[in-house]
Antibody, heavy 120, light 108 residues
Framework: QAQLQQWGAGLLRPSETLSLTCAVS????????WIWIRQSPDKGLEWIGQ???????SYNRAFRNRVTISVDTSRSHFSLRLTAVTAADAGKYFC??????????????WGQGTVVTVSP | EIVLTQSPDTLSLSPGERATLSCRSS???????LAWYQQKPGQPPRLLIY???SRAPGIPDRFSASGSGTEFTLALTRVEPEDFALYFC?????????FGQGTRVEIK
């Protein structure tokens, strides 16, 4: 069973760039899509975007202009960058995996989450 | 975007009682594209149900789910102490994928 271990800076100032990485262990990146989800008290769970091992990405339009998701198959990890953060970007960020090789699929493996705070 | 509205917001039950959670969609969702998750404090969501009604591996059979179109239901036949948690529905039929706001199942 795959395991996802995520890390990144948890305290940011407004206008800075959020950068998180999720390492996949126990299997290769092929055969699934790799997701970033945010959870906040105001908006609940939000799909940010996703990528597969070939680098095919899709994004939530709400984040499109600020978000980049990348994949590094040699290191078996994928990453999230969100530029120009504001207080509205605070929350807990999760990486996750689709159950199968479809871009639209349920999410059966999750990282432990990274709490991000945005404060001047 | 598709809005998923869960009801009730909170369900207060005693162990052993039956729980019925509802998820209503603002647009039709194909049955293959609806999932349910359970989340406990400090933990990530855990997949319970995929494809509207299929239990994920390791999920006990006291969890069942059904639905079609815009109305979906998660049921717990007898709530166990470990079932008190937050439950979310999730659609991935139409981008952006969206989640319900959650139903909290709490001890009465």
């Amino acid at each position: 069973q795959a395991q996802l271990q995520q890390w990144g800076a948890g305290l940011l100032r407004p206008s800075e760039t959020l950068s998180l990485t999720c390492a996949v262990s126990g299997e290769s990146l092929s055969g699934h899509h790799w997701i970033w989800i945010r959870q906040s008290p105001d908006k609940g769970l939000e799909w940010i975007g996703q990528i597969n091992h070939n680098g095919i990405m899709s994004y939530n339009r709400a984040f499109r202009n600020r978000v980049t998701i990348s994949v590094d198959t040699s290191r078996s990890h994928f990453s999230l960058r969100l530029t120009a953060v504001t207080a509205a970007d605070a929350g807990k960020y999760f990486c996750a995996r689709t159950m199968g090789d479809y871009p639209n699929d349920s999410l059966d493996v999750w990282g432990q989450g990274t709490v991000v705070t945005v404060s001047p | 975007e598709i809005v998923l509205t869960q009801s009730p917001d909170t369900l207060s039950l005693s162990p052993g009682e039956r729980a019925t959670l509802s998820c209503r969609s603002s647009q039709r969702v194909g049955s293959s594209y609806l999932a349910w998750y359970q989340q406990k404090p400090g933990q990530p969501p855990r997949l319970l149900i995929y494809g509207t009604s299929s239990r994920a591996p390791g999920i006990p059979d006291r969890f069942s789910a059904s639905g079609s179109g815009t109305e979906f239901t998660l049921a717990l036949t007898r709530v166990e102490p470990e079932d008190f948690a937050l439950y979310f529905c999730h659609q991935f039929d139409t981008s952006p994928w969206t989640f319900g706001q959650g139903t909290r199942v709490e001890i009465k």
